[in-house]
T-cell receptor
Framework: DTGVSQNPRHKITKRGQNVTFRCDPI?????LYWYRQTLGQGPEFLTY????????KSRLLSDRFSAERPKGSFSTLEIQRTEQGDSAMYLC????????????FGPGTRLTVL | GEDVEQSLFLSVREGDSSVINCTYT??????LYWYKQEPGAGLQLLTY?????DMKQDQRLTVLLNKKDKHLSLRIADTQTGDSAIYFC???????????FGTGTRLTIIP
């Protein structure tokens, strides 16, 4: 399967714990995006990378959130001191810069904070 | 900021056409997209239209864009049970990388 993959698919944690999600983009894609989708809503943009550089961050990305893409391939999204309001689906997407703007999405990681 | 709006629900009889509507506010939109999301799954890109086009047809899908009214629609011909899903409209503004999504329209097929 050469699509975008995300791990884990589901994560249940207790409030106050730290969690980390991983995204593996399509191999030749140099742009990688993180979105968050809460129940009954459309995805909301969090941040994006061009290779290893983080070029834009949404105001939604509080200080407790950090994203990295250390070698310009896979990316991690860490949430520290989780809160119940962080419960959501976290979606990763990737694309090749210069190609029509189409973003390919992964299956998402569903986070539940108890 | 930019806003994208959709009606929440649509029910259609199997075999009929479905029309899902979307309005957006961003005057600088370059591309507009339709994504499909099945339960528990990620987003599947169905089709997109460049902002200087009025219409795009792709097999059973027809996209109409009225740029003056900032209105986008997706028509699905001969709707089947496999078309049951949530459909999201999204826009990409000029110079932007982020997609702005609507709240999604849940399409239910009546047998």
């Amino acid at each position: 399967d050469t699509g975008v993959s995300q791990n884990p698919r589901h994560k249940i944690t207790k409030r106050g714990q730290n969690v980390t999600f991983r995204c593996d983009p399509i191999s030749e894609h140099n742009r990688l995006y993180w979105y968050r989708q809460t129940l009954g809503q459309g995805p909301e943009f969090l941040t994006y990378f061009q290779n290893e550089a983080q070029l834009e961050k949404s105001r939604l990305l509080s200080d407790r959130f950090s994203a990295e893409r250390p070698k310009g391939s896979f990316s991690t999204l860490e949430i520290q001191r989780t809160e119940q309001g962080d419960s959501a689906m976290y979606l990763c997407a990737s694309r090749l810069a210069g190609v029509m703007g189409e973003q390919f999405f992964g299956p998402g990681t569903r986070l539940t904070v108890l | 900021g930019e806003d994208v709006e959709q009606s929440l629900f649509l029910s259609v009889r199997e075999g009929d056409s479905s029309v899902i509507n979307c309005t957006y506010t961003d005057s600088s939109s370059t591309y507009l997209y339709w994504y499909k999301q099945e339960p528990g799954a990620g987003l599947q890109l169905l089709t997109y239209i460049f902002s200087n086009m009025d219409m795009k047809q792709d097999q059973r899908l027809t996209v109409l864009l009225n740029k003056k009214d900032k209105h986008l629609s997706l028509r699905i011909a001969d709707t089947q049970t496999g078309d049951s899903a949530i459909y999201f409209c999204a826009d990409l503004g000029f110079g932007n990388e982020k997609l702005t999504f609507g709240t999604g329209t849940r399409l239910t097929i009546i047998p």
